[in-house]
């Protein structure tokens, strides 16, 4: 007699697998009990129609997952062991119910913009991905392939790859006067930034950052304890009497600044503001962490150096990512600062994730080595600059039109903050209908901060343009379709 019913159903997975999940199916409800026997492969195989092999195989992976036992010339029985004795039994057995989960610090689920979804993309760091030179960097990875030392794919070098820290060492003492006696390779900028919090922030420690900031380096702050104290900016960036007065009143432990290209404004911090700030966290004893995410792309002169190329105390660490050079998948950030930190960055990168993709590290070592990387930057610096002439091209027309917005066109960067002059609160949601992506000013304040500078949803009146990351023409009809939903009354 066959244990259960079962038909085979030829459309679906291997009919071994399926018999096996029938009888696996009806142990767990207890329609066979346990340390029952059951039939011969040769009789379950004329009851169901089957191959007596496809029955063995079956029986074989139940054996080997636990549930069947096979005995020496008596064949298979369920194992007596479950804790399951029939369907009787079962009913009698207590329903386990979910009970509520106590996490250390409840987060919500990341919600992630698709950005392919819309037909206009605005997003302020998103690089032209259809210029990247797939074939010229497959022809990399098909080198580093082709010559790996497989040693390499072990454990080890939790830093990275000494051939990828080599180039970028080396493209830092050119591009940007940045001697990095050592780095951190990690998994884009985000990485790093964790890391760094992780080092310094133990629960209550205070972490200063500009009111209007990067949301993902306060939430990585935030989740390791840290309370926010925002500091006040104007038209040339931080607020320096705001910070020394926010220093004296808290512990102020890190200093998040976006010196360059300030995140959201654009906004480039002077070199006399650069020094005082500097020299007040020297005196209270505050580190700097210093995001420098789109350093390359500076238009109109050459780009002040980073504030770690001249750090003389050892209180700058400093963070950037080739994924506005390359994309964000690549995941290729780096850190950059004295040895004492970059060690004990290292000890918590191994309790992560060990280390970064070898193929990928090497593929970029090798790209920049033969001169690729700098020629590639060079044409996207190239575009980047005639899409942002664009843009302003395009913003100044509106305003020749009558709308009351204003912008300063930036040195650089990937994106402008433009003055709507009219509350915006609201219009991210609209333009999503209209396939527009873009951020408004709302998005860049962090609610939850110690001491918070949120303003009111009536003074939320900029916007954040990326121009990268698609051409002219769609460009200048996205703005249309946008200015149609901030200014009706002005284009009706």
Known sequence: MHPIAFTAQHDKEAIYLQLAGALRNAIKAGELMTGAKLSSARTMASAYQLNRHTVMNALQLLVAEGWLEAREKSGYFVTRTLPIDSSVEQEKQPQYIPKPLTFAQPMSDPVTAELAQYKYNFAGGLPDIEQFPFVEFKRALSNVCQRIDAKKLHYGAV????????????????????????????????EALFLSARVFISPGDYVACESLGYPPARKAFSACGARIID??????????????????????KLLYLTPLHQYPTTVTL????????????YQYGVVIIEDDYDHEFHYRCQPLQPMASDDPAGIVIYISTFSKIMFAGARVGYICARTQILEQIRAHKQLINHKNDVLTQLGVAYWMQTGQFERHLKRMTKLYKSRSEAMAQELRRYQQMGLPLSFVYPDGGMAMWVECGTNVHGVKASARKHGIYLQT?????????????LPSATDITHVRLGFAGQDTMLMSQGLR????????????
């Open 159 to 190: 830093g990275g790859e000494s051939e990828l820290k080599f180039q970028i060492q080396a493209y830092l003492q050119r591009a940007r006067n940045l001697q990095a006696e050592d780095l951190v390779v990690c998994n884009g900028s985000q």
């Open 231 to 252: 500091i006040h900016q104007d038209e040339q960036g931080l607020c320096v009497a705001d910070l020394e007065a926010q220093l004296q009143r808290y512990r102020i």
């Open 270 to 281: 002077s070199p006399t503001r650069r020094l005082q700030i500097y020299q007040l966290c």
């Open 441 to 453: 000013q709302d998005e860049f304040y962090f609610p939850d901060s110690e001491r918070s500078l």
């Open 481 to 492: 379709q946008l200015m149609l939903l901030i200014y009706p009354r002005y284009l009706s």
